[in-house]
């Protein structure tokens, strides 16, 4: 899926999309027109442990809240998708690694589901209506939140599953130093944790040399507290549109595309 994908066929109606999070699970129908939501989202908190079949009756119970039924449904995950299925599960339980995602939530919801990585989702959303819409050469989005989520484009091409909130950032993974969740588990100032992001960033840019590095998850409503504290990345860096919505936006437009290529 690129930037220059219009909304044609299924993807010009409306499509219900589900991001599940390690915090929360939200959804909404989208206008894939204009990349927005139809109705209010509904969210419901993600369950612990948050095994597959819990999950699986929170977005259960969300889709149900819109009365929505026999239509198309795109579905995050904070994980690896291969087809389908589940392969990591680094912020949820690990009883997810080999779970048929897809087909268990069309059985239950019985109509077609379409499943990927919530941050590609993000991204996705955000390369077609948002801060990275239209961008020659490499972007990065990130979703800052339970985790770190990556998208990684080139010229609006998507390298689905890249993981890189798993990169080694001063001995540790780079999603437990600077998380949003690390920030408010730790108590850690908008300073001290933009230090953090700075320094997590200095080193994507040094492995992939994006022009635009987007900045997404809830924290991106608060990005004047932290953005102008990052110095010395030679990128651009800009909050998500979207913000919190983008998972959501980009599960639909995997869903409308999906059903374009089935019909």
């Known amino acids: 899926m690129t930037q220059d994908q219009g909304a044609t066929g299924a ?23 204009r990349g927005e939501l ?6 419901v908190l993600t369950p612990h442990p948050s ?12 889709v149900r809240h819109f009365d929505w039924s026999g239509r198309p449904v795109g579905v995050t995950f904070p994980g690896v998708v291969k087809n389908g ?8 339980d690990k009883s997810w690694i080999g779970t048929d995602l897809a087909s268990q939530l069309g059985e239950r919801l019985d109509c077609p589901v379409t499943v990927l990585n919530d941050a590609d989702a993000a991204g996705v959303a955000e390369v077609a209506f948002g801060a990275a819409r239209g961008v020659k050469g490499t972007v990065i989005v990130l979703t800052l939140g339970t985790g770190i ?10 390298l689905a599953n890249t993981e890189l909130g798993h990169l080694e950032l001063d001995g540790h993974e780079a999603e437990k130093r600077a998380s949003t969740k690390v920030k408010d588990d730790h108590e850690l100032s908008w300073s001290h944790w933009a230090r953090r992001v700075q320094k997590y960033l200095h080193h994507l840019e ?19 507290k932290f953005l102008p504290l990052i110095e010395g990345v030679r990128a651009e860096i800009v909050p998500a549109q979207l913000q919190n919505n983008a998972g959501i936006v980009g599960a639909a437009m995997a869903a409308a595309a999906a059903a374009d290529d089935a019909g």
Not at 51 to 62: F, R
Not at 149 to 158: E, K, P, R, V, Y
């Open 206 to 224: 040094m492995l992939f040399s994006p022009e635009r590095f987007v900045l997404g998850g809830g924290v991106s409503r608060k990005a004047d």
């Open 85 to 92: 299925v589940t392969l990591t599960a680094a912020n949820v």
């Open 38 to 43: 139809v109705e209010e989202r509904h969210k």
């Open 149 to 158: 989520g990556s998208a990684l484009f080139t010229d609006g091409h998507l």
């Open 11 to 33: 993807s010009a109606a409306k499509v219900f999309g589900i991001d599940i999070g390690g915090s929360g699970i939200k959804g909404a129908p989208v206008d894939l027109n």
């Open 51 to 62: 095994t597959p079949e819990a999950v699986l009756d929170g977005v259960v119970e969300v």
